[in-house]
């Protein structure tokens, strides 16, 4: 996180991310790393294309259980992965700026 942004969010106090409770600087920095390894690993799998196919959907479920095991709504990876790669079809290549 730019130091910028890290600056401003600070001043903002109480921090909600996603539908979670409260949270700090540092686990607002680990959610947006969480979501460019999920975007690049998508991107990987995809090649590209909108849609994954089911074998590369379950590779991405691999992927993200390997980087944060355990993690809630592990449903989500895959039943989000079309729109998300559809997404990213468009936009080329997934930088930390990107997020």
């Known amino acids: 996180m730019r130091a910028q942004d890290r600056s401003l ?3 903002a106090g109480t921090l ?3 539908h ?3 949270a700090s600087l540092d686990r607002l920095e ?21 849609v ?8 991405l479920e ?11 709504l592990r449903f989500m990876v895959a ?3 079309d729109a998300v790669a559809a997404e990213l ?3 080329g290549k997934v930088l930390p700026e990107d997020l």
Do not use: F, I, N
């Open 20 to 22: 979670g409770p409260e």
């Open 52 to 59: 994954l196919t089911e074998s590369a959907k379950e590779e």
């Open 79 to 81: 039943l989000s992965a």
């Open 62 to 72: 691999a992927r993200m259980e390997t980087y944060l095991p355990g993690a809630p």
């Open 30 to 50: 680990a959610q947006k790393a969480y979501l460019l390894a999920y975007s690049v690993a998508l991107r990987e799998l995809s090649g590209g294309e909108p």
């Open 9 to 11: 969010l600070a001043e």
């Open 16 to 18: 909600y991310p996603g």
């Open 89 to 91: 079809a468009g936009r």
